[in-house]
């Protein structure tokens, strides 16, 4: 049992790695076969695949329908949409993101076997569905907080851009071109974003279908109000700058507003580590001594 632990936790392990670096190798292989085409008489049915090919993708594609039959809800558009969220799609896709959820749940179920052949084996049956239902939700959650972190960040960018985009339409140019200059001049999550709907718009999607694109990537209250914004100035005929000017006043005062309730809501998240940590520390110190005197004059009486 000790041995078949470690090697489900040593196989979890290898699994993890070659799923991350799996989007790398992939993209190479097809660089390489593009390279050569044409220049090889050999079939593709002769060629020999890669290791890769003939066991990480099975193996991959098995653990995927694994954690999707643990969890019939989810599926891998919900998946994939998840990840363009956190910015991860071009490094992940949903096949292997399910695929590391469930090798970190039989990972957890390899530990509950080593602790029940170590311990007892009550305590590998106590630990089982513990730590195979932390693998299998740990990277749900870490995925859940880089969305919340990507969104903050975006609505903390989008006043800046608003405002460039603001001052770009007024000096004579029209929406792609100043689309063109933010993505120049700045950086960040929301700029990687209207790169990417500036790519749709030129390879030739309406600009209408890749905004409404960007709103639902991105899953943010202010850029769904620009979307919205920007498409009707299109169809009704008014001035785009002056939209982009209130655009960016709004957004700017929702983040003041934003900033300030997390300010009111900081005491009562202080209250708690105060009252378990330092209230404790504080009766000790200022408590102790009289209760030391007392209890030495007690016995001197």
């Known amino acids: 049992m000790l041995v078949l632990a470690a090697f489900s936790f040593g196989l979890a392990v290898f699994l993890v790695g070659e799923v991350a670096t799996a989007p790398t190798r992939r993209r190479a292989t097809a660089l390489k076969r593009a390279a050569l085409y044409g220049l090889t008489q050999r079939a ?3 060629e020999v695949q890669h290791f890769s090919e003939r066991v990480l993708a099975p193996t991959v594609a098995q653990l995927a329908s694994l954690a999707l039959r643990l969890n019939p809800k989810n599926s891998l ?9 956190a910015g991860l799609s071009g490094r992940l896709n949903a096949s292997a993101f399910l695929a590391i959820k469930a090798a970190l749940a039989l990972a957890g179920v390899g530990w509950a076997l080593l602790i029940g052949v170590t311990l007892s084996p009550f305590s590998g049956f106590l630990f089982a569905p513990i730590l195979a239902g932390l693998g299998f939700i740990g ?41 063109t200059k933010l993505t120049e001049h700045m950086k960040g999550a929301l700029v990687d974003e209207f790169a990417l709907t500036l790519g749709e718009m030129r390879i030739g999607e309406s600009r209408h279908d890749a905004l409404r694109k960007l709103a639902e990537r991105v899953d943010v209250t202010e850029v769904a109000a620009f979307v919205r914004s920007v498409v009707q100035a299109d169809q009704l005929g008014i001035s ?6 209130v655009q960016a006043a709004d ?9 300030e309730e997390r300010a009111m809501k900081a005491p009562i998240k202080m209250m708690f580590p105060t009252a378990i940590f330092i209230f404790p ?14 209890t030495h004059t007690l016995k001197l009486g």
């Open 251 to 259: 957004t700017r005062l929702r983040r003041q507003a934003a900033a």
């Open 44 to 46: 593709p049915k002769d």
């Open 139 to 179: 990277p749900e959650t870490i995925l859940t907080h880089r969305i919340r972190d990507r969104r903050d960040r975006i609505r903390g960018e989008l006043p800046d851009a608003l405002d460039l985009l603001a001052v770009s339409v007024e000096a004579g140019l029209g929406l792609d071109g100043a689309i």
């Open 240 to 245: 785009l700058g002056r939209i982009l000017r």
């Open 281 to 294: 520390s504080l009766f000790a110190v200022v408590l102790g001594p009289a209760m030391l005197t007392l």
């Open 77 to 85: 558009e919900a998946t994939g949409a998840r990840l363009r969220a």
